[in-house]
Nanobody, 125 residues
Framework: QVQLVESGGSLVQPGGSLRLSCVAS????????MGWYRQAPGKERELVAD???????NYVDSVKGRFTISRDNAKNTVYLQMNSLNSEDTAVYYC???????????????????WGQGTLVTVSS
């Protein structure tokens, strides 16, 4: 069983910063792309940023220049540094990863798309 656990969500004032972390645990042979998604009230979940195992990154236009995604492959961890936060960034942030793990029945490797439980970021004065 593979799990993703996020942390770092909080209430922050406009213009402030937060750093989210997401740790993968379980039987992990390899993690390919890891990403952060968010879902604001009444809106669909959207990709915020993702990063490949080689370090290539991708950002939604609304966070470019403000957010930075990074990862520590040795720790199976992905981070999201968020600066210059505004009210539009208020949302539940979810971690996502494509993980090569061991199939519990066959014992062979299989890829699974894993989601974390989410962490709430509220930007408000």
């Amino acid at each position: 069983q593979v799990q993703l656990v996020e942390s770092g969500g909080s209430l922050v004032q406009p213009g402030g910063s937060l750093r989210l972390s997401c740790v993968a645990s379980g039987i992990i042979f390899r993690i390919d792309t890891m990403g952060w998604y968010r879902q604001a009230p009444g809106k669909e979940r959207e990709l915020v940023a993702d990063i490949t195992s080689g370090g290539s990154t991708n950002y939604v236009d609304s966070v470019k220049g403000r957010f930075t995604i990074s990862r520590d492959n040795a720790k199976n961890t992905v981070y999201l540094q968020m600066n210059s936060l505004n009210s539009e960034d208020t949302a539940v942030y979810y971690c996502n990863a494509a993980v090569l793990t061991r199939d519990r029945i066959s014992g062979s490797g299989r890829y699974l798309e894993i989601w974390g439980q989410g962490t709430l970021v509220t930007v408000s004065s």
